[in-house]
């Protein structure tokens, strides 16, 4: 931790401050600089309350070096997690994973035909959603109990297992006994309650970035999992929010090499709400693998022109067709990338 | 509803999909422009579901007019909501409420001496959260129920009402035992699952607008509360994020008188959480008085130095008076302004 | 400055940084900290050029304390500056100062009834475009030197100094022989060009910020006009880019109080463009003064309804009438406030 | 254009509307809808001036179908532009162009160097800043005219066309004498009397992305120089400025399919300035390319180390080659790509 003393602060306020810091046990260190002094703390486990300092006279400012997490980094866990589902590894060292279905489940008929598509495309995980988070409480709002049977089915139909949104507590139970994989949803990033409940169960998670979260809260919120026993976390970048409005969010690429390096968990990417548009998905998800991504979840529906929701940013069955040709032969290239995302 | 077509759309494309809003039981408009011919769409009502013309071919972009919220409005709902807490009064015509106290509460005397402060300087609501939601999993997170039972006795004690924020459903029994205005957080704007559950009580409620909400958004998550049964509800204006970062969050003033033009719900400020500095908190509070707020909500610290939270933008008991006599006077000059913030 | 070594840096490496800060003539003492060492770096002067540093191994991150400014602060000029303009003051202890007019100059008639009108009214100074920045070339692009000279002609008729903006270096000449303060559009407050010609004359200067701008970036551009040798500037908020579309830009009032506390430049605010609408205009106007504002810059035209730029956002001559009165008595309030924008 | 009327706008207003509509000789159309009326606007050619009917009663919005910008567009030309500059051919058809060089000229030794390196890797344009726009003046400027004759020297003697930013129009002359390719930097991008000045010469532009600015405004600034005559433009991504602050801006590659779908401009990314961070510029560079960009902007110094700007972002002329030997396999697949990044 680093204290900022004002400019003018006096010899008398800088001895203060290093008196309050040694009380905690800590040691303080004046840095006197070109216009103002310093003072920095040292020998602290994690991150410093700085509540007794941060008023004293002659503190200008407080700079945290350490952060509000821990167990995610590699700092503390160096080799890379690979999440198991079922058969299927996610993570460093393995092919990336495609997470692929319909927005939400509709019908028996619907998630079969998609779930029909998408395995017949090489897909390896059905996605559909049960319970759907929606601006406005007019729009549709999923299923529920129904869309998880049909979405079950359809997944063993076809032999994948499948991932869903869970958006509160009470329905952990019931959607745990129909799921592979929990998704908890960008509005739902900071429910922290929820993450804590997550954590305590022994069910792969897939956390998506909230919209307008920082690397640095996605991070501590995937913390929340781990801090209560839960490591089996898949994160996901999925757009954030910024003054562009071409597309529905702005997806931020570089967030995977960053979260790679910095973490020890596997980051997929869905291209598929972060744009917001079908002729932007198959691009932005091959250049996501590029980026380093360990797998991508794409919005695909059977008729993405009769959809009860984002139909205009899912793929048809023939389009995810394609993306999948050319991923399998984009995957030659990466696994002879002489300069990779990531110093492995 | 305007569909708006490419440049090149041949005639044939545009009578397609006039075709199509005319299947769905509405009228077409053909309306051809400078560089590209737009359909209107007629006698829809509410927001029409674009499902089955948004993927015709010649279709470049749809502009929806209808708004995904509707109770919320002045529209539908002309006059002015006043929100009855016991005996106060929240809305237009009414004194402006001031909700005061600490961001968290701490212990019994902490409590009952925030109480005493805040009342004596003339709060009329007492706030002190029991359940807090932290970034990281390793920061205090609030006494809980042990919390509500010292605010709700630090409240008895001197006669005020009390606010708290509850986080997830399965508390919602409990917390209600306790207070007398439900807060919902900014993190918790979108978990519709919790605003569906206090939609269907008759408590009043405190809606924080999320950090990246646009207004649509914010309204639109009020209108999850009234559409239950809800009507209750108070407004709050607390920061939104954005590229700056010299204080925790931007304080967007100008939605307060556009959302008291909008809606008939009233609208609060909270300056502490959106600045984050306390030398900033009461000269945003007054500010935000005089653009048309119908309150405010401080955060309080008998000792801010030894807040377990957010003590940095807590006022002191003085500091808190001095704005308390501020708003005293600058109400002399509100009562008599010649363009107030809303035509009434 | 702090140099933030890696959790896995060896001493080897930590021994190899403080070398290299030695041989820069300046101190390293290296900070363990719990999870990995910090090194500070003593007895510079001024920002410290980190080029030789960043990338020797083992170093994470580089965090400056030092600003890219310094004439600017109130750590080199502790007391405030007060701009003259003619035999008016701009700056602490003097009444605010305002400048209205319409958007651009469109004829002599317009800008002599517009003179009138603010003149009438009680405002200080007389503003109009004569060259217009405009986001598309087929937009009107301003009457130039024509307007140059109805502009000053008005303001010599009712005996108001004038205030226009300048857009490029070869256009100095021309609109110093006719203005009384040169003003500095958004859009080229990063025309580092520009902004050092102005700041080798001797005129006063109203530099606005940049739609997305941090308060650092802000005053860095005012310290090319001082280090330059011009001192007489005025800073104007107008409103930043954010993800919210309700208003044309966000006001960030909480930027006054800041920025009177760090510089010792006044700083005005401009309510028409920073929200875009008429209705907000005097609410958001009257709030920036709570907030400290030194000043207001407005849009008023004659007949807004037939403006050829921003006639969205202009005042009627009433509606700056009523607005002028308000603030004169808001004025009274303001006068003995207990609990002032700034300390003094 | 679609006129929005209050929900309670009279029959009255809309008929006020629909006159004012018709004595601009423009046809009006009344669509009534759910819960308010719009008129729609037909037979305009290019965007509706609308200042005499946005103030009328009852009108609550307007909304513009058309845009700001008309030459750049695949309306008015549905042809890819193909940029020459000397033999080497920038656009649809052709690979992929690789600008590199420092991020500023700083001596003799130093670009000769660059230039000999980045040719060697296979690098087609060198790039070099004379003149550098830097947040303070405090802050290394540039070299001038001096970093001109290098730079040229430096190309002249590998046989590599050149690239440098203009900064004013007073340095036309003096910096077409030495370069090939005009560039226009991200803090110019509205400096719309420079656009208007470079938009009268027969020269290759680079246009840069304003950190803040929309897809909108990015292709209007490029219809300044169009307008003028000059179409030979080049557009580059090279971040937005957002809340993340992990990387030094935000790279938005879905700006890349966008505007190529749009406009028949050739489109380039910088993937140094949009990061900052030299580790992630290789991976970032090869996901543009997948996204569709046309080339790629890189910086790259001799010693990074001892770079007197940027060092930081600056690719190693070793780490340059191995991103260099990665785009040539990646090429490969992507002269094979079954869903390319725009339908062509």
């Known amino acids: 931790m680093l204290i900022v003393m004002d400019h003018a602060a006096s010899e008398d306020e800088i001895q203060r401050v290093v008196a309050a810091v040694e009380q905690m046990g800590l040691k303080a260190e004046p840095i006197p600089g070109g216009s103002r002094t310093a003072i920095g703390v040292l020998n602290n486990q994690g991150r410093v309350d700085d509540t007794l300092i941060r008023d004293l006279p002659g503190v200008r400012d407080i700079i945290h070096v350490s952060k509000p997490y821990k167990l995610v980094t590699r700092d503390f866990h160096p080799a890379s997690t690979v999440v198991q589902v ?43 959603g049960a319970f759907k988070p929606r601006t406005g409480p007019h729009s549709f709002q999923g299923l529920g109990k129904e869309g998880l049977v049909y979405l079950r089915a359809a997944g063993d139909a076809v032999g994948m297992p499948v991932i869903t949104e869970v958006m509160r507590i009470s329905q952990l139970d019931l959607v745990c006994r ?31 970035r909230g919209m307008s979260a920082t690397i640095e809260e996605f991070l501590a919120a995937a913390e929340y999992l781990l801090a209560e026993g839960n490591g089996r976390v898949i994160l996901c970048e999925r757009g954030i929010r910024t003054f562009e409005r071409a597309t529905r969010n702005t997806l931020d690429l570089s967030v995977v090499p960053i979260i790679r390096n910095l973490s020890h968990l596997p980051i997929i990417v869905d291209p598929s709400h972060a744009t917001g548009q079908r002729p932007l998905v198959p ?54 990338e002489v300069s990779p995302a990531v110093n492995r």
């Open 283 to 336: 691009v932005m998800g091959k250049a996501a693998l590029v980026a380093g991504a360990h797998g991508l979840m794409i919005e695909v529906h059977p008729n993405p022109e009769k959809a009860l929701c984002d139909g205009a940013q899912s793929l048809t069955p023939e389009g995810f067709d394609q993306l999948m040709n050319d991923i399998g032969r984009l995957m030659h290239y990466l696994n002879d």
């Open 86 to 128: 079922g058969d299927l590894s996610v993570g460093d060292g393995h092919p990336p994973v495609i997470m692929a279905g319909p927005c939400s489940v509709e019908s028996e008929e619907q998630m079969l035909a998609a779930a029909r598509a998408v395995k017949a495309s090489g897909a390896h995980i059905l996605r559909g």
């Open 178 to 208: 129909y799921t592979d994989i929990l998704q908890i949803g960008a509005r739902n990033m900071q429910n922290f309650d929820l993450l804590k409940e997550v954590g305590r169960l022994d069910v792969p998670v897939l956390l998506k």
